[in-house]
């Protein structure tokens, strides 16, 4: 009878739209391709997910709801390539304090120079509605999570969690892990950051400067009694998880 909000209603209450995205071995060999759709897709988080998530996990975010737009931070010079001379909108601002961590709901939006560390997954320009976002993927997107102060500071937040909840380096790994995927690392997985954290202990070991840069830029001055050698090789693990492709995933 032409009700398509009764036939979308149908499609989305079916069990296949609603299936979990986790599957099995015997899934995986019936339908490798889930081209019989034996299992919920999987896709990639959205722009304002990806970012919000990192200050989550890292204990960085700020959850007040409401209030005014906010400047996070931003390259320098980008408006100045799209502004009028005369105009107030040449110069880009960064904001400080909580206003760094806002949701990213809250971070004002100029038209023509969205913020590139969103625009790079996807993020509409808002110069006109959109129905659905592209997804794609390029090695852009890793250098953003791995380099833009936003996920540098959220990996120096994450090893502070990590260097305060654990005994052991394994525990403090265990700890990351758990924070950022919602599950226990495997053996081989606790094997590699723990051997990720012993090496970079030693590479920084001789170099006092790189490592208080690393584990405090621009975060701020690491915790008192916290050995800053040790912070920043628990940064390079916190990075690192911060960028496992698991992270991004919708589930």
Known sequence: ??????????LMLTETYCQSTRTTDLDLERDPNNRLLARGPRFRMDAEMIRDQALFISGLLIEKMGGPSVKPYQPPGLWKAVGYSGS???????????ALYRRSI?????RTCSPPNMRLFDAPTREKCIVRRSR????????VTLNDPVYVEAAQALARRMVENGQTTADKARFGFRLCLARPPNDAELNMLTTLYDQSLFELAGNVEQATSLATEPLGAAPAGVDVIELAAWTVVANVLLNLDEMFLKR
């Not at 107030?88 to 909580?98: H, L, Q």
């Not at 794609?136 to 250098?143: E, H, I, M, W």
């Open 1 to 10: 009878g032409w009700d398509l909000k009764r036939f979308i209603r149908s």
């Open 136 to 143: 794609t993927n390029t090695p852009l997107q890793a250098l």
């Open 88 to 98: 107030n909108t040449v110069k880009f601002s960064k904001d400080t304090g909580e």
């Open 106 to 110: 809250y971070t004002f939006w100029r």
